[in-house]
């Protein structure tokens, strides 16, 4: 569970620290369709805070697999908000392990509300992420939620039953719905234009600010094309 890559983006002053390894094995993880290897190499505490202090940003996104399996995370939080003065984002977490010192904002992807379907796809329960979610709220964190929308699996009612969570701390938390992007191995099909609609109906009767996206395979591997975000330069 190391940092593996270091990304920046010009355009929008901001970092990415890329992690290796996850807690989770959701069953329909789309880092499945990239197919990567285990990295040959890891950097170094003392080379990424060389290469962090040397670029003009104004603030650093950890990313994963799940970035707080790191137990440089700590460190490297601190040095980032003590040393450099950005702002710290967990770009993608399941939830599991925060909030952290240090941290500013999350954006936490939410995998299922009832325990058993959880458990069933992740092999972790499902209380814990709720529960860390509800103390990074009370503490002042900004966050951000997501889930992902796989038919006849993990359909309209833990839809509903997560939007029930969040309004229950505030109905303005920004919300994402991901319609699934089958990957090898599972039986799960992507989920229709109308059946999508019908989520985001469901999300936008509770929660204020909804969005989702229903990307194709091909979509999903080349994020470049249809966002400027994900347009950065390796520094390390």
């Known amino acids: 569970m190391a940092i593996y890559k270091v990304t920046y983006s010009e355009k929008y002053r901001r970092a990415t620290l890329h992690n290796w390894g996850c807690n989770f094995r959701c069953r329909g993880c789309s880092y499945k369709l990239l197919g990567r290897g285990k990295p040959e190499k890891f950097p170094t505490m003392e080379e990424i805070q060389e290469a962090l202090s040397g670029l003009k940003a104004d603030a650093v996104h950890f990313m994963g697999g799940e970035p707080t399996t790191n137990p440089q995370l700590p460190e490297l939080l601190r040095f980032c908000k003590e040393k450099l003065g950005l702002k710290t984002r967990l770009g993608h977490t399941n939830g599991s392990r925060f909030p952290l010192p240090n941290l500013d904002a999350a954006y936490v992807s939410f995998k299922a509300f009832d325990d058993a379907l959880h458990r069933e796809y992740t092999g972790h329960p499902a209380q814990p992420v709720y529960d860390n979610f509800e103390r990074a709220h009370q503490a002042g964190l900004e966050l951000r939620a997501s889930a992902v ?22 109905a303005s938390i920004p919300f994402h719905i991901m319609g699934y992007v089958p990957v090898p191995g599972t039986e799960w099909r992507r989920p229709s234009d109308e059946e999508m609609q019908r989520a985001v109906a469901i999300a936008q009767r509770r929660l204020a600010t909804v969005g989702f996206s229903h990307l194709t395979p091909d979509q999903m591997l080349n994020p470049t094309a249809r966002d400027d975000r994900f347009v950065t330069k390796r520094i390390l």
Not at 149 to 170: A, H, M, N, R, T
């Open 149 to 170: 929308f796989i038919p006849d699996y993990i359909g309209y009612d833990q839809i509903e039953k997560l939007c029930q969570f969040l309004v229950s701390l505030d």
